[in-house]
Nanobody, 120 residues
Framework: QVQLVESGGGLVQPGGSLRLSCAAS????????MAWYRQAPGKQRELVAA???????NYADSVKGRFTISRDNAKNMVYLQMNSLVPEDTAVYYC??????????????WGQGTQVTVSS
C-alpha cells in the first residue's frame, strides 16, 4: 500500500501564495505520475497539475502561469506552489499518485485532502 499525506493548506488573501506538499510512503517500488486535484463545494474533482517521473508537467488552463508543480523523486514528495491566488481557487486539494508497490501492484492512490481558502 501507498499512503499520501498533504500539508500546507490554509486561509490566504486574494493575490497571496501557498505551497502545498505531499509525502508518499509505504511499500513503494516506483511512482509514475504525481498530481494535484481539487474539489470545490458542489463541483466535480478536477485535475490541477500533474508531473511525471521525468518531470514533464501538465496544468489546468485556469492555473497556468500561477501554479507550479514539482517533485523530489528521492524523497517521494510532490509540491504545488500557488501564486496570485483568487477566490475561485478555494477548494479541497488532493494529492494523487500513480504508483507501483514492491509487490508489483500498480494503482491510483489518494491523500485525505487539504483545504485551501482564498478570501479577504
Amino acid at each position: 500500500q501507498v499512503q499520501l499525506v498533504e500539508s500546507g493548506g490554509g486561509l490566504v488573501q486574494p493575490g497571496g501564495s501557498l505551497r502545498l506538499s505531499c509525502a508518499a510512503s509505504g511499500s513503494i517500488f516506483t511512482i509514475y505520475i504525481m498530481a494535484w486535484y481539487r474539489q470545490a463545494p458542489g463541483k466535480q474533482r478536477e485535475l490541477v497539475a500533474a508531473i511525471t517521473s521525468g518531470r514533464d508537467t501538465n496544468y489546468a488552463d485556469s492555473v497556468k502561469g500561477r501554479f507550479t508543480i514539482s517533485r523530489d523523486n528521492a524523497k517521494n514528495m510532490v509540491y504545488l506552489q500557488m501564486n496570485s491566488l483568487v477566490p475561485e481557487d478555494t477548494a479541497v486539494y488532493y494529492c494523487n499518485a500513480d504508483a507501483a508497490t514492491a509487490k508489483g501492484r500498480r494503482a491510483d492512490y489518494w491523500g485525505q485532502g487539504t483545504q485551501v481558502t482564498v478570501s479577504s
